[in-house]
């Protein structure tokens, strides 16, 4: 954000405009304002009020993060609050999220933030990650690094190839939806990552999904797990903390992985933490 502070807000709205792939004239009838005033608030020929800052973040589905920049630079003070997840005003947040994590189990869940650190996980994801590198364990732990590190889960994942490409994907569409820095940094570095050739890392699923979904194939010493996931996010937060977190839970894909899980473990023990908020 350090970059959109020297910004003036009409380039900030023209930058997020384009970012959309809206013109102006799509902009401004989403908005319901004529172009021509879209046009002045871009150029700076007129200031917008903070009530048209916060509609035209809203037409353009900018962060709360970056709408607090689009405030600031507009000159006005930002809106919305960024709290730990521990803090007593997010207590309710916090135990669904536990709720959600804990009732998945025998399943692997966790939550996430925006820049895909380890919030919480259930019992259920530790044990996984027995073979990764301590290193890559220390606080603040990033998952998709510790997926995709040739010290951390790749050399486990079946399906490697699959599997990059589509966390790849997904963190491009990411950084396309919201101009991080943080993200573009993580995605060049996970892109410079070796991938070797085997058949641990070339082997096919040997199921056909139709094209509806993209599995990781995980070999354990219990036989391969297959998982599909999802992605849960809190419906319209006004907390920035509760806007950037995100829920994955993984759902066995076939009977096997689900047998295997259901021996392994119990629902007896409370979640673990990981990394900071």
């Known amino acids: 954000m350090s970059n959109t502070q020297t910004q003036s807000v009409g380039n900030l709205l023209r930058d997020w405009r384009r970012r959309r792939r809206l013109s102006q004239l799509d902009l401004a009838c989403e908005a319901e304002i004529s172009s021509r005033h879209l ?21 353009l589905d900018i962060p709360l993060r970056e709408r607090n920049a689009l405030l600031m630079a507009a000159g006005f003070a ?11 005003t997010l207590q309710a947040a916090r135990r669904a999220t536990d709720l959600v994590l ?42 998709l690094r510790i997926s995709l590190h040739p010290q951390g889960l790749a050399p486990r994942i ?40 085997g058949a641990s890392y070339d082997r096919q699923t040997g199921t056909d999904y139709a094209g509806v979904l993209v599995p990781l194939q995980m070999a ?7 998982f599909f996931s999802t992605t849960t996010v809190f419906g319209t937060p006004v907390d920035i903390t509760l806007s950037e977190l995100a829920l994955e ?10 047998e295997i899980l259901n021996r392994m473990f119990k629902r007896d023990e409370p979640p673990i933490e990981k990394g900071s908020d």
């Open 220 to 226: 354990t010493e219990f036989g391969t797990l297959s």
């Open 39 to 59: 046009s002045f608030l871009e150029t700076g020929r007129a200031q917008p009020s903070r009530e048209m800052v916060l509609h035209l973040a809203e037409q």
């Open 78 to 88: 930002p809106v919305f609050r960024e709290r730990s997840l521990e803090d007593p």
């Open 158 to 197: 079946v399906n490697l190839a699959e599997w990059r490409a589509h966390l790849l994907a997904r963190l491009r569409r990411q950084l396309d939806a919201t101009a991080d820095p943080v993200l573009a940094d993580l995605l060049n570095e996970l892109s410079s990552y070796p991938i070797k050739s």
């Open 249 to 258: 839970s993984f759902f066995p894909a076939d009977d096997a992985t689900s």
């Open 102 to 143: 804990a009732g998945h189990e025998p399943y692997p869940a966790l939550a996430i933030d925006r820049h895909w650190t380890l919030v919480t996980a259930n019992r259920v994801v530790q044990p996984l990650l027995a073979d990764v590198d301590p290193s890559l364990l220390a606080p603040p732990l990033n998952v």
